[in-house]
């Protein structure tokens, strides 16, 4: 059962969250997109004051470029995350496997033997790992 | 279990709730960037001198308000339908539980290969005893194994309960006449807790749910010492 928090240790509930939604402490990818979406806004605007001299109008470029840059990075980190996620199941199970069914006759590794007749013992070799 | 003032979800402890979670960031990521928006458009109202009584027409800007729109709930909604029939997937199950709810505990059978029942009963405040969680420790705890397909059939034998453990991701309905399922797999060993949450009567708060997810071997073990 859970013990409860030792005197010393932090709250749990005391994450930083900006506007009071985004947890960006523990939500994977959160840090990054906002951090990159701030220097794109920061670029973009400056950019194009320095272009324009328009304040207002350097704002609104500003926050657009949060948006966009912060999107990008998201959706891209998100989709090699969840590449990333689905490698690590694979290579769990084909772990678990390897180490369940070794010397058996459902050993992932094992070839099929041969039709002579044999004793159907055969080499194991290298799995290689095929990660794109 | 969940930590005084959580605010978030509890961490997963089944594939499903492993999607959702992912998902609910997704869908968080959007909804900051939308209240940024729109934040930033009321502070730029509060300091325009910028006023135009007699506009007839903007196509522009409505087509974008229109298609943008349309484009950010179409990348939330694929996710969530490609979750929710995930949810409804039946993986092979290697094992039935039948949970029925009563007021004010909930029943349990495993009826697979031998006959066993048993109910579960909230341990009220008093009998707790140090380091005991109030009002979710039960007396006869749901041992189940974990990494296993269960099936888990959810009925009620009088008035609506349901069935929910936030940490696997379920919450399913227990109706009186109906026979509803759910898939559960445990991806670690633990004890995960929940509460019936449908409005049942005085003691709706204080009938939970402990699920004990342990190795097949510890599982059989216990079904054994049961019987």
Known sequence: MAAAPEPGEPAKGKTFKLLGILDVENIPCARDSVLYGSLGSAVAGLGHFLLTSRIRRSCDVG?????????????????????????????????????????????????????????????????????? | MAYPFQLGFQDATSPIMEELLHFHDHTLMIVFLISSLVLYIISLMLTTKLTHTSTMDAQEVETIWTILPAIILILIALPSLRILYMMDEINSPSLT????????????????????????????????????????????????????????????????????????????????????????????????????????GSNHSFMPIVLELVPLAYFEKWSASML
């Open chain 1, 63 to 132: 926050v657009g470029g949060f948006i966009l840059v912060t999107l990008g990075c998201w959706f891209h980190c998100r989709y090699n995350y969840a590449k990333l996620r689905i490698q690590e199941r694979m290579a769990r199970e084909g772990i678990k496997n390897k180490i369940l069914y070794e010397s058996t006759h459902l050993d992932p590794q094992r070839k099929p033997a041969n039709g002579n007749g044999g004793s159907g013992v055969t080499s194991s070799t290298e799995n290689p790992a095929t990660t794109h």
């Open chain 2, 97 to 200: 539980v039948k949970t029925m709810g009563h007021q004010w505990y909930w029943s349990y059978e495993y009826t697979d290969s031998e006959d066993l029942s048993f109910d579960s009963y909230m341990i009220p405040t008093q009998e707790l005893k140090p380091g005991e969680l109030r009002l979710l420790e039960v007396d006869n705890r749901v041992v189940l194994p974990m990494e296993v397909t269960i099936r888990v059939l959810i009925s009620s034998e009088d008035v609506l309960h349901s069935w929910a453990v936030p940490s696997l991701g379920l919450k399913t309905d227990a109706i009186p006449g109906r026979l509803n399922q759910t898939t559960l797999m445990g991806t670690r060993p633990g004890l995960y807790y929940g509460q019936c949450s449908e409005i049942c």
